[in-house]
């Protein structure tokens, strides 16, 4: 995917990101702190938030190949079960019965299946977020700091189901998180963001060696602080 130009100005944030490349088939990991913009471009790529100019190849993929989990996910007046195939419904998809009680497995919820997904607690909201988007295994996926507030053995499965996915069927990953853990175990590639722009990007040890961007240092200095 590459952004040819990308800008939305808001009171308090300018994102502009021009002649930008998210490789296709890498785990991407988008960093920076707080209020720097990285949901925003999340949702500007996406198309879900406005851009005032918005140029994107997307390589041939269009909108169905395409997914952002949020941060607040959104569930269906619906059960967990019609919730979870709800992506395959709309793409005309028959569901893969084994696949959905699998992810069900994943979630913890394959005892809930017929409830009505509201009634979740926040945490197994976020879990059938998450497996709803891998339900039908986009091309592109933008997860916006989902496994940050799970418990540590959720967090173990996601990750290694993210790893087993993309070792079966290659996407293209953004994963936007403040913990660092996260991207050391997932990422192929890193993105420094600050001040609506994407101010360093390569390797983990190219931009977690990084000693030019104040930004960057201080940045880097309070996560691992905090962890």
Known sequence: MKIIELARNFDALQIDVRDYTFEEGLIHGLIGPNGCGKTTLGKLIMGTLAAQSRKIDFNGLDERDLTMVSQNPYMLHDSVYQNLVFPLKIRGIVPDQEEVERLLRLCGLQD?????ARSLSMGQKQKLSIARAFIFKPKLIIMDENLS????????????????MQKETPATWIIISHQIAHIRRLCDKIHFMAKGRIQVSGSLEKVFGEQEVPELRRYIARETLRF
């Not at 507030?149 to 996601?158: G, Q, T």
């Open 149 to 164: 507030n799970l418990d540590p053995d959720s967090v173990e499965l996601f990750e290694a189901e993210i790893l087993r």
């Open 112 to 116: 809930k299946k017929k409830e009505n």
